[in-house]
């Protein structure tokens, strides 16, 4: 290994470890990524990946001489100069960010006499690093060095955006621990932005907060379109143009899930009401969204008359294309509603799976999907649905009911394809009566 070239621990093995590990091994670091899970441990030095993300699997393989899995701990950190922190740190009952995982891994360091850096790329409420900073004082490891260096990248194209970074933070507790992460990524061109580490702890949660905002107001803006005749995919391109806006961020649809937005609002919310204080934005963004999953359901009763004994086909069942990440998907939360109402669910994805939700039947194509059913829903933005020959469906369906949960289809062209077709704030091109 070269001067450059670091030794880096990696702790935990989903999304944003496994990520993480590949590519700094890229990066042509040493790179040793442990997780508790020994089946995992055994796939991933068997090549396979445990989970789907786009380029992942060649990265891991073209790497591999400088990537090694352990359960192992000790063998994880031995000759690590870094220790990236990459546990899932999931809510709790209350709506807080549950942290006993990573409480487990700092606990769970080895005494090291040399100095290295603990480096937070799990989402942690502010105020994490100082506590952490304490436990290890508290233990004689006052020479161990922490930063936080949360992670931004979206599942789905995380590979390209830990590459190709919009930016990268660090705040750490002492200068020199701040530069030796800011040196790992070097050969990643992106600005750096250096802070104390609370800052850095609140632009993750602050960045997560702002794209969800952004997906509610759309949202609702949507809801007023359907109320007035306005049509949302013509809004949201007109004010995107603006640049003081954008255009990203402004698709309206059935509302947000994933691993991380729910529950990184729900920590924001509770982190800033631990400290007194009511942060009335957020918590209108995530009640926007909760009623915005189960609009569809309105919808389908408008359409069907009754949801009793129908036949349902859910298209998308990953929160968002590009992943098999079902967590908090809009998808379940739709299908259970649906179930509760009486109606049948079939449901189709390319790569998610519907373990977890009891009483749906999982299909292999859009077309098994779609036969005889009475309604079917988009709920994933998965790109191959804008290839279905829809005409060539139409009458395999009971009714050709269509609605379209994430406006990806021509309203005209489905409507001609001899489809009743609703989407989301699309009243000026809905036809409906
Ligand atoms: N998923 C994303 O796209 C994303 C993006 C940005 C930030 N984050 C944040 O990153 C963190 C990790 O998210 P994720 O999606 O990768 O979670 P994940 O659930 O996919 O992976 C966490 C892994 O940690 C392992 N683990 C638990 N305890 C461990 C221990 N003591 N030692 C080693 N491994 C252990 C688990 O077995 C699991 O494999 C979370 O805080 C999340 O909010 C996630």
């Known amino acids: 290994m070269s001067e450059r070239?670091?030794?880096?621990?990696?702790?935990?093995?989903?999304?944003?470890?496994?990520?993480?590990?590949a590519c700094f091994a890229e990066l042509g670091h040493a790179v040793v990524v442990r997780d508790i899970l020994p089946d995992r441990i055994a796939a991933l030095r068997r090549g396979e990946v445990p989970i789907y993300e786009p380029g992942l699997e060649a990265l891991l393989g073209r790497n591999a001489e400088r990537l090694t899995f352990t359960t192992d701990v000790g063998e994880a950190i031995e000759g690590a100069d870094v220790v990236y922190v990459a546990v899932g740190t999931p809510p709790?009952?209350?709506?807080?960010?549950?942290?006993?995982?990573?409480?487990?891994?700092?606990?769970?360091?080895?005494?090291?006499?040399?100095?290295?850096?603990?480096?937070?790329?799990?989402?942690?409420?502010?105020?994490t690093g100082e506590k952490v900073r304490h436990r290890l004082d508290a233990r004689g490891?006052?020479?161990?060095?922490?930063?936080?260096?949360?992670?931004?990248?979206?599942?789905?194209?995380a590979v390209k955006d830990f590459m190709e970074p919009d930016r990268i933070v660090i705040g750490a507790f002492e200068e020199a621990d701040g530069d030796l992460i800011a040196r790992l990524h070097d050969g990643i061109e992106a600005p750096i932005v250096r802070s104390d580490v609370a800052s850095a702890e609140m632009i993750k949660l602050a960045a997560n907060a702002a794209l969800m905002t952004r997906i509610s107001f759309i949202n609702e803006i949507a809801n007023v379109c359907e109320a007035t005749g306005a049509?949302?995919?013509?809004?949201?391109?007109?004010?995107?143009?603006?640049?003081?806006?954008?255009?990203s961020f402004l698709q309206a649809g059935v509302g947000f899930g994933g691993s991380c937005f729910p529950k990184d609002s729900l920590a924001l919310k509770q982190l800033a009401a631990n400290s007194g204080?009511?942060?009335?934005?957020?918590?209108?963004?995530?009640?926007?969204?909760e009623l915005q999953k189960r609009r569809v359901i309105g919808k389908l009763t408008q359409l069907l008359d009754t949801l009793r004994d129908r036949?349902?086909?859910?298209?998308?069942?990953?929160f968002k294309p590009g992943t098999d990440d079902t967590r908090e998907s809009p998808a379940f939360v739709l299908a259970g509603r649906l179930l509760a109402e009486g109606a049948q669910v079939i449901a189709w994805d390319p790569v998610a799976s519907s373990d977890g939700l009891s009483g749906v039947v999982q299909v292999d194509s859009v077309a098994?999907?779609?036969?005889?059913?009475?309604?079917?829903?988009?709920?994933?933005?998965?790109?191959?649905?804008?290839d279905v020959d829809w005409a060539a469906l139409a009458p395999t369906m009971r009714t050709a009911?269509?609605?379209?949960?994430?406006?990806?289809?021509?309203?005209?062209t489905m409507r001609a394809a001899g489809y009743r077709y609703d989407a989301i704030g699309r009243a000026a091109t809905n036809g409906l009566d």
């Open 277 to 289: 204080y009511h942060f009335q934005v957020l918590n209108a963004v995530i009640e926007v969204n």
């Open 141 to 157: 490891l006052a020479h161990v060095g922490y930063a936080s260096n949360p992670e931004f990248t979206a599942e789905g194209t």
């Open 92 to 127: 709790t009952y209350s709506g807080d960010a549950d942290l006993s995982a990573v409480w487990t891994v700092i606990d769970e360091l080895p005494d090291v006499e040399r100095h290295i850096v603990v480096a937070m790329k799990s989402t942690v409420p502010v105020g």
């Open 368 to 386: 098994e999907a779609l036969r005889d059913a009475d309604a079917v829903v988009l709920v994933t933005a998965w790109p191959e649905l804008a």
């Open 401 to 412: 009911v269509v609605v379209d949960g994430r406006n990806m289809l021509d309203p005209e």
């Open 5 to 21: 070239e670091q030794r880096i621990a990696v702790l935990g093995a989903g999304y944003v470890g496994l990520v993480t590990g």
């Open 311 to 318: 036949r349902i086909a859910l298209l998308g069942l990953a």
């Open 231 to 247: 049509d949302v995919v013509k809004v949201a391109e007109g004010i995107g143009h603006d640049r003081r806006i954008g255009k």
